[in-house]
């Protein structure tokens, strides 16, 4: 069997992470507004008071800002057989930094986490460098 591109498997990975964030958000919210509202159309918006739940929230939605990019480089990288080098340290970087935002950002440690956020900014750019510049 041929061994996927790191690029590819980080790829895979971040799947993984994006329902874990998404199971992190909807559940503590169902908790709180019910599972009725949550099933429902929610034509009349409801905020949750619980901190976490509002941590885990805005925490996916911060994922979801920049995980678009991470799939297209990802998914550019491979078929443009650009991959590996510094593509590959970028996608590496990109998730870790992704999975240590989470914590962070739910326990509160504020300059943690925007260090964090911008080094996984840096990885999205190392690896635009590496499909453009190789």
Do not use: C, K
């Amino acid at each position: 069997m041929q061994s996927l591109p790191t690029e590819i498997l980080v790829l895979g990975l971040s799947v993984v992470l994006l329902l874990v964030q998404l199971f992190l958000a909807s559940v503590p919210t169902t908790v709180e507004l019910g599972g009725a509202y949550q099933a429902g159309p929610r034509d009349q918006p409801r905020a949750v008071s619980s901190v976490f739940a509002g941590r885990a929230a805005r925490a996916f939605r911060n994922f979801l800002e920049t995980y678009p990019a991470f799939v297209a480089l990802a998914l550019a990288l491979t078929v443009t057989d650009r991959g590996g080098g510094l593509g590959a340290i970028g996608a590496v970087t990109w998730l870790t930094m992704r999975v240590l935002y989470v914590p962070a950002y739910l326990v509160h440690v504020p300059l943690l986490r925007s260090v964090v956020w911008f080094v996984s900014l840096l990885a999205l750019l190392a690896m635009l460098v590496r499909l453009f510049v190789g």
